[in-house]
């Protein structure tokens, strides 16, 4: 089992970044597929970014195609969203997932571990 706890969210101005982390407690971090699924008020979990166990694959929704990127640390046992260029319509909680599985899987339910979550708003 993995345990995973985010950080770095907040409330910023449109056009601003925010880094989000995803510390994961446990020994085989390196064995899971990352992800950082969003959820705004009202609104279904979706998917935003996963990456592969080794980092060398990523997987993007559209929309932040070109704004966002997600890496991860497998000393440091973390993995990162680094979010530019926000708008409003990014506002939302953001959670951290993961997954003991090589595919790059993009729905909620091919995610065995979660976060609690943390608030990202921008303001515009």
């Known amino acids: 089992q993995v345990q995973l706890v985010e950080s770095g969210g907040g409330l910023v101005q449109a056009g601003d970044s925010l880094r989000l982390s995803c510390a994961a407690e446990?020994?085989?971090?390196?064995?899971?597929?990352m992800a950082w699924f969003s959820q705004a008020p009202g609104k279904e979990r979706q998917f935003v970014a996963a990456i592969s166990p080794s980092g060398s694959t990523t997987r993007y929704v559209g929309s932040v195609k070109g704004r966002f990127t997600i890496s991860r640390d497998n000393v440091r046992n973390t993995a990162y969203l680094q979010m530019n260029s926000l708008n409003s319509e990014d506002t939302a909680v953001y959670y951290c997932?993961?997954?003991?599985?090589?595919?790059?899987?993009?729905?909620?339910?091919?995610?065995?571990?979660w976060g609690q979550g943390t608030q990202v708003t921008v303001s515009s």
């Open positions: 446990g020994r085989t971090f390196s064995s899971y597929t």
């Open positions: 997932a993961a997954d003991r599985s090589f595919r790059i899987a993009s729905g909620v339910n091919e995610y065995a571990y």
